[in-house]
């Protein structure tokens, strides 16, 4: 049944989990809650892509100065100089054994603490890794890869703070991560592969605060004016927010017959990647200043939302018009935050009838919808809502829900999405 809450494929990883994790909580002194769980640690932390208030997410503050961020000596080593590679700080404090400290490039911020790291030994070598949140709870459960490609939930205990595993190191590397690893070049190839063989195009938007390119891809029909629009990683660590994306537009980008009329009335604008600063850098949260950009949809004080502002403006100058918009995320759990009915948009109850269609199609899958208006948040939901009078959504996954699960979602919700917007059915009634 679908919960309404009320408030004010191409490149896809293989990804061996499911939601549940074994692990073990032990306690560590009489100060330490006996049965804290995995969820509990973190769950209490962790805010959404809607929920945290805009002073806190956009106060400019210092970044934290990242010193001491390899271990690459000795026989054992561990290293993070690659694409989204992060560990902070690291201290060999005793044979074959290391403590991580991860540390967020400013503070107040949400709680992501992400890590990315490679382990390399001359020789097969059992090694004990400890790694800790400076001021704050850990969030993502450790995965492992041996490839970048294939990943698998890596065993780990949790005592008080700290999170404990015990890895064997080899010669060949091993990457451990927060989550899987979906850096900018990712995004090239899949988007290079969605647009091979077809009329779509894949080109640069512009540059971001580095001077990173900030892709786009277009589907365009020059007998339609009307576009749906769809964002991605404006948080560098919601990785499943990708995962979820990856197969939607591939969805409503196929060859099927569905689409293939979807595509005569409808242009699709597709950003995947707003901040591949904070990809490459392994932010938590962050763009290359230390901003949140879901905080930034008002006064569009960084590169990276006021490209995508002017665009589209140009688009509606043009004479287009912008008919629909989702932005994908992940938090603690499946969630979509959507508008109010009574917020005044255009067919006040197409994302109601879209995602209870969708709740009914998907009997084991729970449905939440979380209306809310915050107009002074400067997240993009609003900022759609507000400026086109359309319905716009957060469409969140959770950290730990089961990948196959996510693709299914996505997949299923995309073809369910097309027939809504190609049906006569009137979407300003009940």
């Known amino acids: ?16 989990f499911s939601c ?57 080593r561990l290293t993070a100089n690659f694409a989204a590679g992060r560990m902070d700080e690291c201290k060999r404090v005793a044979e074959n054994e290391f403590d991580i400290i991860l540390v967020p490039e400013n503070t107040p911020i949400n709680s992501s603490p992400w890590y990315a790291f490679k382990i390399q030994a ?28 294939t990943w698998q939930l890596q065993k780990y205990k949790i005592k008080g703070k700290r999170l404990i595993m015990k890895v064997t190191a080899s010669p060949k590397p091993i990457i451990i991560a927060a989550q899987e690893i979906i850096n900018n070049q990712y995004y090239v190839d899949w988007a290079k592969k969605l647009t091979d063989e077809n009329s779509f195009t894949h080109s640069v938007l ?30 560098p660590p919601e990785v499943t927010g990708a995962l979820a994306l990856f197969p939607f537009v591939e969805t409503l980008l196929s060859s099927s017959e569905l689409s293939n009329y979807f595509l005569r009335k409808y242009n699709v604008l597709v950003i995947p990647n707003i901040n591949p600063d904070g990809v490459d850098a392994g932010n938590w949260r962050s763009n290359a200043n230390g901003l949140d950009l879901n905080r930034d949809w008002v006064n569009f004080t960084q590169v990276e939302t006021s490209l995508i502002n002017d665009y589209l403006l140009q688009l509606v100058a043009q004479g287009q018009k912008i008919k629909f918009a989702i932005d994908f995320h992940s938090t603690k ?49 609003q900022y759609f809502s507000d400026k086109f009078g359309i319905h716009a959504i957060t469409y969140e996954m959770g950290d730990n829900t089961d990948r196959t699960k996510i693709k299914r ?3 299923k919700s995309a073809n369910i999405l097309m027939i809504n917007m190609l049906s006569d059915v009137d979407h300003d009634k009940q």
């Open 1 to 16: 049944m679908m919960k309404l809450l009320k408030t004010s494929s191409l490149l896809l990883p293989l990804f061996l």
């Open 20 to 76: 549940t994790t074994a692990h073990v909580i032990e306690k560590e002194s009489p100060s330490v809650v006996a049965h804290t769980t995995t969820e509990q640690l973190t769950a209490s932390v962790i805010s959404s892509a809607d929920e945290t208030s805009l002073t806190s997410a956009i106060k400019p503050v210092k970044l934290t100065s990242i010193t001491n961020q390899s271990c690459a000596i000795g026989k054992v």
């Open 122 to 149: 001359e020789q097969n070598t059992d090694i004990k890794i400890t790694m800790r949140v400076r001021g704050d709870n850990h969030r993502y459960p450790p995965k492992i890869s041996r490839d970048g490609k």
């Open 206 to 235: 512009g540059l971001s605060t580095q001077g990173r390119p900030i892709y786009k891809i277009e589907s365009r029909n020059p007998q339609t004016n009307e576009w749906v629009i769809i964002l991605g990683r404006q948080h």
């Open 333 to 381: 759990s499946d969630i979509f935050y959507t508008m109010p009915v009574d917020y005044g948009i255009e067919k006040a109850y197409f994302v109601r009838h879209w995602l209870a269609e969708l709740d009914r199609q998907m009997p084991n899958f729970n449905v939440v919808l979380r209306p809310g208006n915050n107009p002074d948040l400067g997240v993009s939901k």
């Open 409 to 411: 979602i996505a997949f």
